[in-house]
């Protein structure tokens, strides 16, 4: 972020999900042009333990092996990669940059989408936490105190793996 110019905007993606769509980044400059009290974005996902960033209207809800932890997912929680591009192609043309107002609710960050300048505004990440520790909670949270705005993109999907053999990272 440090080497980013004052209106440049950074996108993160954790290490285990991958983009459905080809012009995503298109996309995200197209929410970045529309929502203009915006400090955080985050994408929609296969998997996550928050509900309103899963694309279904009935949710799979499971406990993950190892970690006790809830984790909501699509019905059946496929992994067929043809399912998940057409999901998202689905998703990016019924949606594309249609929001979920969220700044009130916690979200995950399986993608952050967030201006150098809001960076700035609040101190940085709070990277004592890393991020399975709340990085992205923490930062999340830190949008109420610059009153910015976190919204849920609900045309931006992604397939994330997360944990589903049973590892931390």
Partial sequence: MSRLRPN????FIDHDA?????DWHTQIEEYISRYHD???FVAMSSRNGIPAQVPAAVHSKQKLRRFGRNVYTIPGNTHDMRFHRTLGEDLQCEFRTDVI??????????VMVT????????????????????CDTDYHYAMAKIDKRVYIMKGVYVY????????EH
Avoid: Q
Wanted: hydrophobic share 30%; glycine share 16%; with cysteine.
């Fill in 115 to 134: 201006s150098k300048r809001t960076w700035e505004m609040v101190g940085g990440f709070n990277e004592d936490r890393g991020n399975l520790g709340g």
């Fill in 8 to 11: 440049d905007w950074a996108c």
């Fill in 101 to 110: 107002d969220y700044t009130d609710e916690i979200t995950t960050g399986v």
């Fill in 160 to 167: 994330h793996w997360y944990r589903e053999d049973g590892h």
């Fill in 38 to 40: 915006a400090g955080l």
């Fill in 18 to 22: 991958m983009w459905t769509t080809y």
